[in-house]
């Protein structure tokens, strides 16, 4: 490691074959993996647990206090996963007494500019775009694609294999396979493109596309569209995730598109 213009407190723990750019800080109660690339003037701040093989460029700013009246000092984290690219002036905030922690988990792209509050949960093979704000509580679930310039109120939840649109406002939840985009933000459709992607087949595409006709295309009430899928169609993850999705949604979905 090149340690000019940088500034490491005595009990950070720094992996292997660690780089650290110049003028970036790290805090004492820091740990940090091995193989991890760390660019010029990143500051790294108490209770941050980054994994292996990540990438944190210019400006960064992880483990920040929490922006929540709320917050008293308690001690909390932010655990980011492994494989991760972290791009210029992200900012990540640690948690609060609610969940203790903000996570972030492996394999995700995190554009320039984007700001993740307290008590998030990012899972996998996440795209967030540049300048997307995050409010506090927020859940991504796995394989999301939120485009640039996206604001997302506080508590919602984003469903697996979701995309949203660019300069979307997200006050609802967004169910799992769907592309959502419009003011106010609604189903356009099922995110085709990504499941291919991922490896869906042509057969569970069009079950998705069945089951989603029926929660917003048809105009049923939201639980006697439920009550319909449950019976008609087949036991499936796919439709179970959804059941459940919708089920256990506090904030409610976001609507069906019907123009």
């Not at 792209?109 to 307290?118: A, Q």
């Not at 300048?131 to 927020?138: L, P």
């Not at 609604?186 to 992607?197: A, I």
């Amino acid at each position: 490691m090149n340690l000019r213009n940088i500034v490491i407190e005595r009990n950070a723990n720094i992996g292997k074959n660690v780089h650290i750019g110049n003028f970036t800080t790290i805090e004492n109660d820091v740990v940090i993996g091995e193989n991890t690339w760390i660019g010029n003037n990143v500051t790294i701040l108490n209770g941050c647990r980054i994994g292996n093989n990540c990438q944190i460029h210019s400006g960064a700013v992880l483990g920040g206090i929490p922006q929540d009246f709320k917050f008293n000092g308690e001690y909390t984290l932010l655990e980011i996963g492994n494989y991760n690219s972290i791009r210029e002036f992200v900012t990540i905030n640690r948690g609060t007494a609610s969940k203790g922690k903000t996570v972030v988990g492996n394999h995700n792209l995190i554009m320039s500019n984007v700001h993740i509050g307290h008590d998030c949960f990012i899972g996998d093979h996440c795209i967030i775009g540049f300048s997307v704000g995050m409010a506090g509580e927020v859940i991504v679930e796995d394989h999301v694609n939120i485009s640039g310039l996206s604001a997302i109120h506080q508590f919602s939840v984003i469903g697996r294999h979701s995309i949203i649109s660019g300069i979307s406002r997200i006050v609802k939840d967004v169910p799992p396979f769907i592309m959502a985009a419009r003011e106010p933000l609604s189903y356009v459709g099922l995110n085709v493109v990504g499941l291919k992607r991922k490896g869906f087949s042509s057969d569970k595409i069009e079950e998705l596309k069945n089951i989603y006709r029926i929660i917003f295309q048809e105009r049923r009430n939201t639980t006697l569209a439920l009550d319909l899928i449950e019976n008609e169609f087949e036991q499936s993850n796919e439709r179970d995730l959804i059941l459940d999705f919708i089920k256990n949604s506090k904030r409610g979905i976001v609507k069906g598109s019907f123009s």
